[in-house]
């Protein structure tokens, strides 16, 4: 089975920086995804990590440490509109592959 | 990027009834998938299907079921609605390329009366 850990809530200002933590147990692992998800809406694809490291998209970076079973989600430059839930999601390594995921972190950034 | 289509994007329901939550995509993804979400809280995943004819329950037990007959195709059905059913129901797809993403549609919120 797979077990993602990831905050409630966090606040943020605007302009600053912010890191959202996951950390996942998984019985075999085949890729981390980070989605978005404003309320009410679906979720929306930032990032996918399956190997150690950082990777940069614009404002969001995600890293992925899979011997520490960890990642974060990195924003930068916070605007209004980044208040969202972000989701973490592990995807397995069995036949199906199926993708699971976190509660989600409820971010929001204020003036 | 996927084009996956959910309809109703609402639905209100009376208890008893028999629905069909319909789910397609038009870029040919072998994946597709059923997720279950509560406001504010996470997806559980229902259902999924590796291709034709492919069906498996997911994560969250959930008296609906889902064929796959077209690889675009994906709907779900709830034989009987009850008011435990209330929820928004998510479908996406993925190619079976292992590092693709889910794609999501829009959702059908459900509510059952």
């Known amino acids: 089975g797979q077990n993602i850990d990831q905050p409630t809530e966090m606040t943020a200002t605007e302009g600053a920086i912010v890191q959202i933590n996951c950390t996942y147990q998984?019985?075999?692992?085949?890729?981390l995804f980070w989605y978005q998800q404003h309320a009410g809406e679906a979720p929306t694809f930032l990032s996918y990590?399956?190997?150690?490291g950082l990777e940069e998209k614009g404002r969001f970076s995600s890293f992925l440490s899979r011997s520490k079973g960890y990642s974060y989600l990195l924003l930068k430059e916070l605007q209004m509109k980044d208040s969202a839930s972000y989701l973490c999601?592990?995807?397995?390594?069995?036949?199906?592959?199926?993708?699971?995921f976190g509660t989600g972190t409820k971010l929001q950034v204020i003036p | 990027e996927a084009d996956i289509y959910q309809t109703p994007r609402y639905l209100v329901i009376g208890t008893g009834k028999k629905i069909t939550l319909e789910c397609s995509q038009t870029?040919?993804?072998?994946?597709m998938y059923w997720y279950q979400q509560d406001p504010g809280m996470e997806l559980h995943l229902i259902h999924y299907?590796?291709?034709?004819?492919?069906?498996e329950k997911g994560d969250l037990s959930s008296e609906s079921t889902v064929s796959r007959i077209r690889t675009e195709h994906f709907p779900l059905t709830l034989e009987s609605a009850r008011p435990s059913h209330t929820s928004q129901y998510l479908c996406?797809?993925?190619?079976?390329?292992?590092?693709?993403?889910?794609?999501f549609g829009n959702g059908t919120r459900l509510t059952v009366t």
């Open positions: 996406a797809s993925s190619p079976l390329d292992f590092n693709s993403p889910l794609h």
């Open positions: 998984t019985s075999g692992f085949n890729g």
């Open positions: 990590n399956v190997l150690d």
């Open positions: 999601a592990v995807r397995s390594s069995g036949g199906y592959q199926k993708v699971t």
């Open positions: 870029m040919g993804h072998d994946k």
């Open positions: 299907s590796y291709g034709v004819n492919s069906t």
